[in-house]
């Protein structure tokens, strides 16, 4: 799509929320500043005549479904942050999950049997009529012909256009709010947007999916706080996924929650405990876990589908997240401060005593306390200041992380409203500090670090090498000598100094 056409998209996403009232909602008038409650009421002139139907939350659920893929993503992630937003409000958006219209079955039949090139009756001995409906596919129940009970995810047709659509959008949007409003520019406006791009065009290949499936159900049997449905290759293809089917109810379904013997407060634990060890043991996380992604089952059973956004961390990035983490556990502001600072999210002009002190000043009031004390609204007012005031840019490769962290926590929330995710989540990050930061790992990193330089030397040291070849053998053999002497040396030392 050109630009002329996606400002043209841009206007039209500002119309359709303006005509159902739901870009500055009435509602909202008793909280605004005057000039905006008077911008408020001008802009509502415009208003169509479904603007009073309904609640807020209602009338933006529509809106957002109007306006595509892209926009349900965002009202998805609203509706899991009841905390913030309000309880009725959330579940007015709720619907985005796997409510919207789906499309006929005929045609998801149409697109298996392109897909896999083969006819559905060779796989599927019954194919239903879909059971959930999201924004880029749709589920349908199907028995395989050796009996087996399976989900099976098809694509929208046309959703691949759609989806380039959006994001020429949103990519213009961007840079439109990185020039007019400074106060965005630290969020990286742009970078932000290609990295919703890039997690949305690889859910646009079921493949991709799969795998993440399968790497994921490996990593989850591992602690056991959460499970996966396994992959049914033969019926995956680049716009369908076949997957065993899972048990339990949708934890979209409110009735879910009210199953006999369902144990909430376990089951808010084990969802963020399973997140926190993906994401810190593994550096591979499911990065879209809401409600119509979840399925529940008692006493305290959590299973998840829908694989397609898949987070991934590297050995530094999960180190500093531990690191953060462990120090708010241990109300070392000073820790967190210097893990900052150690991994580039606050630029080094800057104080780390000053920094931890503004820490302090936002996790004192809040660390320790029962999650249902704590006002997630004030708190991210809080830290959006601190991290204005020290300059720090939102970081691209972290985006899914950190929206992940806010869906699971308000997902946690609702399941118990009394979850405290400090206590969830302390055994796991001490176990990761206990393990990771122990004498002995630091001797072992400190031994493969000397091996890859003892394996660099051979190399130049090979005759073949014409950049060695002036180079004394004697020079070369006294340098390897020293390097494994010192790396010895440097390990007897840990060994003795930490016992």
Not at 182 to 204: D, H, I
Request: no cysteine; net charge positive.
């Amino acid at each position: 799509m050109s630009r002329p056409a996606a400002f043209v998209r841009l206007v039209n996403v500002a119309w359709v929320l303006v005509r159902a009232d739901a870009l500055m909602p009435r509602e909202i008038d008793p909280v605004l500043p005057p000039g905006a409650r008077f911008a408020a009421r001008t802009l509502r002139l415009l208003s169509g005549p479904r603007a009073r139907q309904g609640r807020p939350g209602e009338r933006l659920a529509r809106s957002l479904e109007r306006l595509g893929p892209a926009a349900i993503k965002l009202g998805q992630v609203v509706s899991t942050r009841a905390d913030i937003f309000g309880r009725v409000f959330a579940d007015d958006l709720g619907r985005l999950k796997d409510q919207l219209a789906p499309f006929p079955t005929e045609v998801a039949r149409k697109v298996v049997a392109a897909t896999l090139d083969v006819p559905v009756e060779s796989l599927f001995a019954t194919f239903g009529e879909p059971i959930a409906a999201a924004s880029l596919a749709q589920a349908h129940p199907a028995t395989m012909t050796d009996g087996r009970r399976v989900a099976v995810k098809v694509l929208r047709p046309g959703i691949d256009r759609k989806i380039e659509r959006d994001i020429e959008t949103l990519t213009l949007a961007a840079r439109w709010i990185a020039s007019a409003v400074p106060l965005a520019r630290r969020l990286e406006p742009e970078a932000l947007v290609a990295t919703v791009a890039r997690s949305l065009r690889l859910e646009l290949d079921l493949r991709m999916e799969a795998a993440g499936a399968s790497e994921l159900a490996e990593i989850m049997a591992k602690d056991g706080y959460m499970t996966a449905p396994q992959v049914i290759w033969e019926g995956v293809g680049r716009r369908a996924l076949t997957l065993d089917w899972a048990e339990g109810m949708a934890l979209s379904d409110p009735a879910s929650l009210e199953q006999p013997g369902l144990d909430r407060p376990a089951l808010a634990t084990n969802l963020m405990r399973a997140f926190l060890v993906q994401a810190m043991d593994h550096g591979v996380f499911h990065a879209d876990l809401h409600e119509g992604n979840l399925f529940i089952a008692a006493p305290d059973k959590v299973m998840a589908v829908d694989f397609g956004i898949v987070g991934r961390l590297d050995a530094v990035a999960r180190r500093h997240l531990a690191e953060i983490l462990w120090g708010f556990l241990q109300r070392d502001y000073t820790r967190v401060a210097k893990a900052h600072f150690d991994a580039g999210y606050v630029p080094a002009h800057h104080s780390i005593d000053a920094f931890a002190q503004a820490l302090r000043a936002v996790g004192e009031p809040n660390v320790g306390k029962p999650a249902y004390e704590v006002s997630m609204g004030r708190l991210l007012g809080q830290l959006f200041e601190i991290t204005s005031l020290f300059d720090m840019h939102l970081r691209p490769e972290l985006v899914l992380l950190q929206k992940t962290m806010v869906t699971v926590e308000g997902v946690a929330r609702r399941i118990d409203p009394k979850h405290d995710r400090w206590d969830a989540a302390e055994p796991i990050v001490r176990r990761w500090i206990t393990r990771e930061l122990s004498p002995a790992t630091r001797i072992r990193e400190l031994t493969g670090d000397a091996i890859r330089a003892l394996k660099a030397l051979a190399k130049l040291a090979d005759p073949q090498e014409p950049a060695i070849v002036a180079k004394p053998r004697a020079e070369l053999a006294w340098l390897w000598f020293g390097l494994g002497a010192a790396t010895a040396a440097a390990g007897f030392a840990l060994y003795v100094f930490f016992g």
